[in-house]
């Protein structure tokens, strides 16, 4: 009964490499996001759909593409991984609008060697 | 909130006293506010949150102030217990952007 979920947990993964990571969640929210936590702790926003549509895209290289192929599934494929990709990746949801905080998933550690 | 700094601060209180955790943030346009707990592990979870028409909120043993002329948010956490210890960050929304943007979190380390 997980409310955000996301897999996998852990990645590790060689440079060049094509990854995805997937998140789903069963709260019933509109909007899903995608947020890069790096080693000194710093969350930044990379990522938003709302109801399928992107709706924040910040300046991230065109390696990262999210997709969204519903409301409720939110996955971000990397493409020709790169050491500095070595971060924690946290999906979000919540309604948009509403006011009210985001609800995050646990992580996916990645790991580019 | 603001990115502060390349060093994640770090307050460390004796079990039982009142913390008090400090945020500046930048954007003069936020209107809403929320603090998160991120313990060891997990994702950031939701603690407190306070719209720019209030100064003060009350939860159960947190309080949130915010004063907007200096731009600055603080959480005070009542009779810290050692489940408290956790990083914290503030996060701010300016209204129609629909994204947060957080602090650089403080690392609370609880004390037997």
């Known amino acids: 009964d997980t409310a955000v979920s996301q897999t996998p947990k852990y990645l590790v993964t060689q440079m060049g490499n094509d990854k995805s990571i997937k998140c789903e969640q069963n709260?019933?929210?509109?909007?899903m996001y995608w947020y890069k936590q790096d080693s000194k702790k710093f969350l930044k926003i990379m990522f938003s759909?709302?109801?399928?549509?992107?709706?924040i895209n910040e300046t991230v290289p065109n390696r990262f593409s999210p997709k969204s192929p519903d409301k409720a599934h939110l996955n971000l494929h990397i493409n020709s991984l790169e050491l500095g990709d070595s971060a924690v990746y946290f999906c979000?949801?919540?309604?948009?609008?509403?006011?009210?905080?985001?609800?995050f998933g646990s992580g996916t550690r990645l790991t580019v060697v | 909130g603001e990115s502060v700094g390349l060093h994640l601060p770090t307050l460390s209180v004796q079990e039982g006293d009142n913390s008090i955790i400090n945020c500046a943030y930048s954007n003069s346009a936020s209107d809403y506010f929320i603090w998160y707990k991120q313990e060891s592990g997990k994702g950031p979870q939701f603690i407190i949150d306070?719209?720019?028409?209030?100064d003060k909120r009350q939860g159960q043993r947190v309080t949130v102030l915010l004063n907007k002329t200096v731009k600055h948010l603080s959480l005070q956490i009542a009779a810290t217990q050692p489940g408290d210890s956790a990083v914290y960050f503030c996060a701010d929304e300016e209204e129609g952007t629909y994204k947060y943007i957080f602090g650089t979190g403080t690392r609370l380390k609880v004390l037997a």
């Open positions: 979000a949801s919540n309604l948009l609008g509403q006011g009210h905080g985001y609800t």
């Open positions: 306070i719209r720019s028409n209030m």
């Open positions: 709260l019933g929210h509109d909007t």
């Open positions: 759909y709302n109801n399928k549509e992107l709706i």
